[in-house]
C-alpha cells in the first residue's frame, strides 16, 4: 500500500469514527447536566418508558456498529479502487513521474486523465493505421485493375469490362465497338534498340492512345505489343475513324528508340469490329475484332481493317 492510501484510509476512519461517537458525546452532555439522571427514573416508573429507553440505547448501538461497518467496507473499497487505478496507470501509461500533491483525490484524478489521455492516444494511432490500411487497398485494387508498364487497364478487367458493355448495350440498344491493335515488327525494334528503348516504346504508344480517344473508352495493353479499345456509344464508322487518328499519331511520333538524333518510326495495324445482337458475349466480339487485325496485316500492315461482320455501307 502507498503513502497516499494510508493516507486516505486514515482520514476516512477519523471521519467515520466521529460520526459513529457522535450519539454517545450527546448522551455524555446530557448526564453532566443531570438531564439525563433525573429523566430515567421516570421511564423506569413504567412499561412504555422502559421500552423506549431500551430502543433508545439499541438504536445508539445499532447506529455505532452501521458507522463501523459502513466504514470498512468504505475504506476497502476505495483502497481497492486506487491500488488498481495506480496499477493500471503504470502498466498502460509507463509514467515514473512523482506527483507532488499530497491530496489523494488529485492523485487519483492524475492517474485517471493519465489512462484516458493514452486511451485517445491508441485511439488515434489506430484511426491513422485504418486509413492507411484504407489507402493500400486502393493501390492494391488498382495495382488489379492496370498494367505496370503502360499504366493501362489489364487484360483480365477488359475482359470483365467488355461483358457489362455488351449487357448494356444488348439491354439499352446502345452501340458499342472495339479495337484490337498490334505493333508492326515490334521484335525487331526490341532486338535493334533494346528492350528499355521497347519499354520507353510502349509506354509512348499507351500515351499516344489516351491522347487519341475519349473519357468514356476504356484502353488496356491485352498482350505483349497488343492494344484492345473498348468505344461505348460508337458505330462502326465513328470507331474506324477513331483507329485511323491513332495509326496515323503513332505512324508520324518520332520514337527516339536507339540513336537520339535520328528518330524511329513504328506503325500499328488495327482491327475494328461492331457490335450487333449476333455477338454471344465478349470472348466472340474480340475474338471478331482480331481476325480484322490479322486481315490489316495481311493487307501490308500500318492500316485499318473493319471485321468481315460488319456492313461496308456504315462506313
Known amino acids: 500500500m502507498s503513502i497516499y492510501q494510508k493516507r486516505l484510509k486514515s482520514k476516512i476512519w477519523i471521519a467515520y469514527t466521529l460520526l459513529s461517537v457522535i450519539p454517545l458525546l450527546f448522551m ?3 448526564a453532566s447536566n443531570d438531564s439525563l439522571s433525573s429523566l430515567l427514573p421516570r421511564l423506569n416508573q413504567s412499561f412504555a418508558g422502559r421500552i423506549t429507553l431500551l430502543l433508545g ?5 445499532v447506529m455505532s456498529l452501521a458507522g463501523l461497518m459502513l466504514l470498512y467496507r468504505s475504506v476497502s473499497s476505495i483502497v481497492q479502487l486506487a491500488e488498481q487505478t495506480e496499477q493500471s496507470y503504470s502498466r498502460v501509461v509507463r509514467d515514473d513521474i512523482k506527483l507532488v500533491t499530497g491530496n489523494e483525490v488529485e492523485k487519483l484524478s492524475h492517474y485517471f486523465t493519465g489512462v484516458f489521455q493514452e486511451l485517445q492516444h491508441k485511439m488515434e494511432e489506430a484511426d491513422k493505421y485504418a486509413r492507411e490500411l484504407a489507402e493500400a487497398n486502393k493501390k492494391l485494387v488498382r495495382l488489379a485493375m492496370k498494367d505496370g508498364l503502360t499504366d493501362l487497364y489489364n487484360q483480365a478487367y477488359i475482359k470483365e469490362r467488355i461483358e457489362q458493355e455488351i449487357s448494356r448495350a444488348r439491354q439499352f440498344n446502345h452501340q458499342l465497338s ?5 505493333i508492326d515488327d515490334f521484335k525487331n525494334y526490341n532486338d535493334t534498340c533494346g528492350h528499355l528503348s521497347g519499354d520507353e ?3 509512348q504508344i499507351a500515351r499516344l492512345i489516351m491522347n487519341h480517344i475519349r473519357p468514356v473508352d476504356v484502353p488496356a495493353r491485352y498482350g505483349g505489343e497488343e492494344f484492345l479499345i473498348i468505344l461505348p456509344e460508337t458505330n462502326s464508322r465513328e470507331s474506324h475513324q477513331m483507329a485511323e487518328n491513332i495509326r496515323k499519331a ?3 511520333y518520332p520514337f527516339r528508340g536507339c540513336n537520339a538524333k535520328e528518330p524511329f518510326h513504328l506503325t500499328v495495324s488495327l482491327g475494328v469490329c461492331y457490335y450487333s445482337p449476333e455477338v454471344k458475349d465478349g470472348t466472340e466480339l474480340i475474338r471478331y475484332a482480331d481476325t480484322a487485325l490479322y ?3 495481311r493487307k501490308g500492315k500500318n492500316c485499318v481493317a473493319l471485321s468481315s461482320r460488319n456492313n461496308s455501307p456504315t462506313l
Open 28 to 30: 455524555v452532555y446530557l
Open 57 to 61: 440505547g439499541g438504536g445508539l448501538i
Open 178 to 182: 472495339v479495337i484490337m491493335m498490334d
Open 201 to 203: 516504346g510502349l509506354q
Open 250 to 252: 503513332i505512324q508520324s
Open 295 to 297: 486481315e490489316a496485316k
